[in-house]
């Protein structure tokens, strides 16, 4: 544990005898003999600190746990001075503190006196201790309200869980008096029956249950709802005698069902065990299993992070969170501030799922969106290895969101039905908050699309769309500028929308797509509107498609170095007057080649029949030949700067000469030439 000084003092924190502890600690050496310590007494242990250096005189504080009052006491001085090794106790025979030396010698730390009894050597109680909020580094995450230990604490953090190595890390299926989170953690029911108006559940079995932990009765609230299920708060279980349980509200009060049932499925709830352990200030390691959360109240978010700490699972095969309620966000961060790295809050490792028999109407599995009010942002977060799947938005961005970072995450299509469209990415993140990255990010589903509502500045790398769209869509008072695609793969599904990227009402500027491709069951690649500017369009690959590349040039765009190629329909290499478009290769079947405007371009043709849109007449293409337009000489276009070089055929010659003027009424036909003043037979 590293510290920092408090005063002259050593700060320990010990818990009366008797009660039910955390685990047992052993310290690492201790740089300097003015530091702070806090640790709790496990019950099958016989002291709280073992010192590796010797310190020459400690604050003592007994912290209360459920309801009992924190005490402090003056300072003691150690007559007995421990030597290197020694241990420090709180013995519950005689209430006296101890020192067991490394040679196995027991003396009353202070040589007389204690707790029951305390003389001049002993414990003088004091009302308050000298601290005023420490900085700390280690177990307490700097940014946690550290001056509240030295009140009433409803937990205290811990120097190692014994699983697996997650040192200084808390977990929501710990569940005694120190870290009384009780998760279960797993998805495994019984049946029971309740009384309405009573709190007196009978289950058939009581396997997998213990006191503490929440717990869902399926019809027991009035009109059919579930007893601790959406919209009817948290409840937990009080007691259990044999196959009965109280219930009682997860603060400590009974609650009664309102509903009479009989056979009643009865599923563990782990919603109040997350909030709380999410509350603690600690870092949060969600262990293997399946945890069930719900909406205490209708349609608010079910968990929530608003402190830096991290939140990390075993993996998305691991550890899961099942939302059962139809309504509400399954976990949103709002955090504030940052810890002592200048890092926000970090999530992975976790899949967020539906619970079975819930089809969502709202909400997302990630909701990131400040809750500090105006001019607070969630910064920094790290988000990533996530697993989200059937819910209504994957991933939610809403006001006070700003250089955060998403990440490696697999997002599947939500059911029809849900209010908000965008069952993939879902931005809605107004300036001054943006500047998110998004980085490997695969959504599956014809539902599962990306929606930027007001996004600035964002930054989007090997995003893979397979069945849904990107949508840009900004509210009435939305932007939506500076969005990069960098290598993103819009791949459709039989069904899927007309376009693979459709601009909807979009006229916002600088809007790229760089790599990648567009393409495979769309009628069309991108869609800009007539007032889309600034679109850039470099080096995609635009397959599979029975219409458009690009369906139309919108204002100033730059489209170069891409690859359309089409089943049949038509090619657009954007044929705006506004438009750069050059660089690119046109590969198709049958259909229409559209390419007024365009320069240096290489069209690449199939074996059927095509036509070629052009500025002085139509030709066709074939396999093997091209034909070109025939015009009669008073037909031809205008020979000019624009047409120089052109080369077409006339059908009304008379008497041709090469290089001669080009005379109509007869009835020869010749090719004709343009030089960029007249009409010359070749």
Not at 339 to 358: K, T, W
Request: overall charge negative; hydrophobic content about 35%.
């Amino acid at each position: 544990m590293n510290s920092k000084s408090i005063g002259t003092a050593i700060a320990i924190m010990l818990v009366a005898a008797g009660s039910a502890f955390g685990q047992c600690v052993t310290l690492p050496p201790i740089p300097t003999s003015n530091i702070s310590l806090n640790t709790v007494q496990h019950n099958a242990c016989n002291w709280d600190v073992q010192y590796n250096q010797i310190p020459t005189q400690i604050d003592l504080l007994l912290s209360g746990f459920a309801g009992v009052p924190a005490i402090s006491f003056l300072p003691v001085t150690l007559s007995h001075n421990p030597t290197v090794g020694s241990t420090i106790y709180l013995n519950a025979g005689d209430g006296l503190l101890h020192v067991r030396t490394a040679g196995a010698v027991d003396n009353v730390l202070g040589g007389g006196g204690g707790l029951a009894d305390p003389g001049a050597n002993g414990l003088v109680y004091r009302s308050s201790l000298n601290v005023t909020r420490p900085g700390v580094i280690g177990d307490i995450p700097t940014g946690y309200p550290y001056a509240n230990l030295f009140g009433a604490p409803t937990s205290v953090p811990p120097f190692s869980l014994l699983n697996g190595g997650w040192t200084n890390w808390v977990d929501p299926k710990q569940c005694d008096a120190v870290h009384a989170y009780c998760a279960a953690g797993v998805d495994t029911t019984t049946t029971g029956s309740i009384t309405s108006g009573t709190n007196q559940l009978s289950v058939a079995s009581a396997a997998g249950w213990t006191v503490g932990m929440g717990i869902a009765v399926a019809g027991a609230v009035s009109g059919g709802s579930d007893l601790g299920g959406k919209g009817n708060g948290n409840v937990c279980v009080g007691s259990i005698n044999t196959l009965t349980f109280s219930l009682i509200t997860c603060g400590g009060s009974a609650v009664n069902a309102t509903a009479t049932v009989s056979g009643a499925v009865v599923n563990h709830d782990d919603t109040a065990a997350l909030r709380a352990v999410l509350g603690s200030g600690f870092n949060v390691h969600l262990s293997a299993g399946n945890y069930n959360v719900h909406d205490p109240v209708l349609d608010q978010d079910m968990i929530t992070i608003n402190t830096p700490i991290m939140f990390m699972g075993d993996g998305v095969g691991q550890s899961t969170i099942y939302k059962r309620s139809t309504n509400g966000s399954v976990l949103r961060i709002g955090q504030n501030g940052f810890n002592a790295n200048g890092e926000g809050v970090v999530v992975s490792d976790i899949a967020i799922l539906m619970g079975s028999g819930f089809t969502p109407i709202n909400g997302a599995g990630v909701y990131v969106a400040s809750s500090g009010g105006a001019g607070t942002y969630v910064s920094s977060a790290n988000i990533g290895r996530m697993l989200l799947i059937g819910q209504c938005i994957g991933i939610a961005t809403g006001l006070g969101v700003g250089v955060d970072y998403f990440h490696d995450t697999r997002i599947y299509s939500a059911p029809s039905g849900c209010a908000a469209t965008g069952g993939g990415l879902r931005i809605n993140t107004d300036s001054p908050g943006g500047d998110l990255n998004f980085e490997n990010i695969q959504l599956t589903g014809s539902s599962t699309t990306v929606v930027l509502k007001s996004a600035d500045t964002n930054v989007f790398t090997n995003l893979k769309v397979n069945g849904g769209d990107i949508r840009f869509d900004p509210n009435s008072d939305g932007v939506v500028i500076r969005q990069r695609f960098i290598n993103a793969s819009v791949e459709g599904q039989p069904g899927s929308a007309t376009c693979g990227v459709n601009f909807i009402n979009h006229t916002s500027d600088q809007i790229s797509f760089i790599g990648g491709g567009v393409g495979l069951n769309y009628s069309n690649g991108i869609c800009p509107t007539a007032a889309t500017t600034g679109l850039s369009v470099i080096g995609l690959k635009f397959y599979g498609m029975g219409g458009y590349g690009i369906s139309q040039s919108g204002g100033t765009s730059t489209i170069t170095g891409n690859d359309f190629e089409t089943t049949s329909g038509a090619v657009n290499l954007f044929g705006s007057a506004s438009a750069v478009v050059e660089g690119n290769t046109a590969t198709f079947g049958s259909g229409t080649l559209v390419n007024t405007n365009a320069v240096a371009n290489k069209v690449v043709i199939g074996a059927n029949n095509t036509t070629l849109a052009n500025t002085i007449g139509a030709g066709t293409i074939c396999s093997t030949c091209y034909r070109d337009a025939i015009f009669t000489v008073a037909t031809l276009p205008a020979c000019n700067a624009g047409t120089n070089k052109s080369l077409t055929t006339v059908s009304d010659a008379t008497t041709p000469s090469y290089n001669g003027a080009m005379v109509g009424g007869g009835a020869v036909q010749v090719p004709a030439y343009c030089d960029g003043t007249s009409w010359l037979s070749h």
